[in-house]
């Protein structure tokens, strides 16, 4: 196929991809989110597999386990959460007030020295734009609580998710050989060699981020 005619046909597959995305980005997050999950957790069903546990048993044990593990960190994290957040919003205009007090004291000589004249224009200024902030975000939470939009898109990920992690996990042996049949013979050795090397690369810094975050909850915990 001469250069030109490929370069067109990828550039014609890139858009309709692009479009395709930005047409489905409603429901795409689910699927994206089941075939990130079923990369990360697609090394522990090989290292079962070859413990001789067949790959469909092995992909709903490690589904069934991490599904385990989120419900459990939920109802723990969850209660947490909503008392924090109702705390926070009913301290908040006291928040607000104290912080008002502090930026627009007038007994304060950085303040005076800075603004001189201008702190009363600042102090009503700062003000109306207290209120505004304060009522846009009490306005967020409680769109983003009584939304449809957001309840639906949880439950989306709740239940289709997994669905995708499962069958994608079963599915990936025939996934990656379809994928490597469409790469040319003689680029098949520089694509592999590249796939592995982003593939260690992911796999450093998902283990060190995951070092970083024990290590902080550790210290949070003890101190």
Excluded at 7 to 13: E, M, Q, V
Excluded at 20 to 31: Q, S
Excluded at 39 to 56: D, H, K, Q
Excluded at 173 to 200: C, F, T
Aim: hydrophobic share 55%; net charge positive; proline share 5%.
């Amino acid at each position: 196929m001469p250069f030109r005619l490929q370069l067109r046909f990828w550039i014609g597959a890139l858009v309709v991809t692009i479009a395709l995305l930005w047409l489905l980005r409603g429901i795409l997050l689910p699927f994206v989110a089941g075939i990130a999950l079923a990369y990360f957790l697609n090394p522990i069903v090989e290292r079962l597999s070859r413990l001789g546990i067949a790959r469909t048993p092995s992909s709903l044990l490690i589904v069934g386990v991490f599904l385990l593990v989120i419900v459990m960190f939920l109802l723990v994290l969850l209660p947490l959460l909503g008392s924090q957040l109702a705390e926070f919003i009913t301290k908040l205009p006291s928040y607000v007030t104290r912080l008002q007090g502090l930026v627009t004291d007038e007994n304060r000589d950085w303040i005076n020295h800075f603004f001189g004249d201008r702190v009363p224009d600042i102090q009503r200024s700062l003000a109306d734009l207290m209120s505004q902030g304060v009522s846009y975000l009490l306005g967020l939470i409680s769109s983003i609580w009584s939304g449809g939009q957001a309840l639906l898109s949880v439950f989306s990920l709740v239940v289709v998710t997994p669905v995708v992690v499962f069958y994608v996990l079963c599915d990936w042996p025939a996934m990656v050989n379809a994928v490597d049949s469409w790469i040319p013979l003689h680029q098949r050795p520089v694509v592999r060699r590249l796939g592995r090397e982003m593939d260690l690369a992911v796999a450093g810094f998902i283990r060190g981020q995951a070092l970083v975050c024990l290590l902080l909850g550790t210290f949070y915990a003890v101190a």
